[in-house]
C-alpha cells in the first residue's frame, strides 16, 4: 500500500470515529433535556399542594366551621321544634330549649358565684347555708309565651302568654360573642334542626378559639 493509500484510510477512520462521538454526546444531551422535565413538573406538583393547603384555610368559618347565618339564643328567642341552645362564661350560663309556642325557654346555672338569673328547675333547692343546700321549693319562670313552674322535685310548662311585655333580645351565637369581657371566656352552641347545628368556643375576649359544625 503506498504512503497515499494509507493517509486515506487513517482520515476515513477518524472521521468515523468522530462521527461516533458526536451521535453519544446528542444523546446525552436528550436525557438532560428530560432532567429539566422531571424538575418542572415537581415544581408544579408542590404549588398544587401549596394552593390546596390555602383552600383549606380559606374555606372555614373559624376554626373548623362555617357560619353562612348566626342565631341568637335566650328567652323568647324563635326556634324549630326540638331546637336547643346555650351560652356559658367563666362559671355560669344559660341553657335554653324549644318549648311548645316555638320559643325558647331558658334555665340558668353556675357551679359559683351567682348564675345570670335565678335557675328554676327540678334540682332548684330552697336557699340554706350551703348555697341552695335547702329542700326542694315552688319557682316559676317565663318568657312570655310558655312559664315553667316547679315545685317538689318536679316542673310543669304551661303556654298561655303572648309574649313578654319588654323583650329582652338574646344573645347572638357568632365570633363577636367572644368580645365580652364575661361570656369571652366561654362559648355557645344552637342545635335547631339539620341546617343550623354548631358549637362556638372563645379563649378570653377577642380570641375565638375554634367553630365546628355549620348554619345556613
Not at 80 to 92: K, T
Amino acid at each position: 500500500m503506498t504512503r497515499l493509500a494509507l493517509l486515506t484510510v487513517l482520515s476515513l477512520g477518524l472521521a468515523q470515529i468522530t462521527a461516533c462521538g458526536g451521535d453519544s454526546n446528542d444523546s446525552a444531551g436528550g436525557a438532560g433535556s428530560a432532567g429539566v422535565a422531571g424538575s418542572a413538573a415537581a415544581g408544579s406538583a408542590g404549588g398544587a399542594g401549596g394552593t390546596a393547603g390555602a383552600a383549606g384555610v380559606g374555606g372555614s368559618g373559624g376554626v373548623g366551621g362555617t357560619l353562612s347565618a348566626t342565631r341568637k339564643c335566650g328567652d323568647g328567642e324563635p326556634c324549630s321544634v326540638g331546637a336547643s341552645c346555650a351560652y356559658s362564661g367563666i362559671e355560669s350560663g344559660v341553657r335554653c330549649e324549644c318549648d311548645a309556642s316555638r320559643h325558647f325557654l331558658c334555665d340558668a346555672w353556675s357551679s359559683a358565684g351567682a348564675p345570670p338569673f335565678e335557675a328554676c328547675n327540678e334540682n332548684t333547692r330552697e336557699p340554706g347555708a350551703g348555697g341552695g343546700s335547702g329542700e326542694p321549693f315552688s319557682c316559676s319562670h317565663t318568657n312570655g309565651y310558655c312559664t315553667r313552674t316547679c315545685s317538689e322535685g318536679s316542673c310543669t310548662v304551661t303556654c298561655e302568654g303572648s309574649g313578654p311585655a319588654e323583650p329582652e333580645p338574646g344573645m347572638e351565637c357568632a365570633a363577636s360573642y367572644c368580645d365580652q369581657d364575661y361570656w369571652g371566656w366561654g362559648g355557645c352552641e344552637m342545635a335547631d334542626g339539620d341546617s343550623c347545628n354548631y358549637q362556638l368556643d372563645c379563649g378570653g375576649p377577642g380570641v375565638v378559639t375554634s367553630i365546628e359544625g355549620s348554619c345556613e
